[in-house]
């Protein structure tokens, strides 16, 4: 794991760089906060050792300019200080520190916080990848609803287009055969043609309506649950 230690104290950069070293991690030294800034800007460090009290930017600014980026790899941030007391404690988590370790450093405690460090930045690169395969998944399902979507567009397009066109004509020698003399039964009968096929082209006029709205308008939900007018005829026998 790459460690950044930022410290302005070459004795205690030397020891912390030598016990994580030992470690098996390759280590990265800065001198003061504004040093160790730019190393972190312009490397990958998901864990970093610093000093509270430092020149040019002190440790509590520093872990504050990093939270502030939310970068998607996170970095874990370690104060190094002879500070006590619940109240520090409490600014430098304010600040967006994860731990402490106290002046002067035992290897034995560094090792832990260091293995503590590891386990919650896997677990931090676990959930970034189950959210990219989630996210991964949502849009290649959402690709296959839109493309289900514009398949079911084109059939009731085509489907009321075809119905149309034959119910137009079947309409049309209807209205032919109504300006004939025709005995009143036959009137009747030319009347229920008209009558339905009128009311077939109202649902077919809706057919057609509902094949053009788009996914995000939910206007189709009133005009599915609106119920057209039943034919006299149909009036008569239910």
């Not at 209807?174 to 025709?182: K, P």
Request: net charge negative; with cysteine; proline share 4%.
């Amino acid at each position: 794991m790459k460690i950044l230690i930022a410290d302005d104290d070459d004795i205690t950069r030397l020891l912390l760089g030598a016990a994580l070293t030992n470690l098996g991690h390759d280590v990265c030294e800065a001198t003061n906060g504004r040093e160790a800034w730019n190393a972190w800007e312009g490397g990958e460090f998901p864990f970093i050792i610093s000093d509270w009290m430092m020149p040019d930017l002190d440790g509590l600014k520093f872990c504050r300019r990093i939270r502030a980026e939310r970068r998607k790899d996170y970095t874990y941030i370690v104060l190094l200080t002879s500070r006590t007391g619940e109240a520090n404690y409490l600014e430098a988590m304010s600040a967006g520190a994860d731990d402490f370790i106290t002046k002067p450093f035992q290897k034995d405690a560094l090792a832990a916080r260091v293995r503590v460090a590891e386990r919650i930045l896997g677990l931090h690169a676990r959930l970034r990848m189950a959210n990219t395969d989630l996210e991964r998944r949502v849009c290649d399902r959402t690709d296959e609803l839109i493309t289900a979507l514009q398949a079911k567009n084109e059939f009731l397009s085509r489907a009321s287009h075809e119905l149309r066109t034959p119910m137009n004509h079947v309409l049309g020698f209807a209205q032919v055969l109504e300006m004939h003399a025709l005995t009143g039964p036959q009137a009747a009968s030319v009347r229920q043609i008209l009558t339905s096929g009128a009311h077939l082209l109202q649902l077919i006029d809706r057919l057609l309506a509902f094949s053009k709205v788009q996914p995000d308008d939910l206007n189709f939900l009133a005009f599915a649950g609106e119920r057209l007018p039943l034919p006299p005829s149909e009036r008569l026998t239910r």
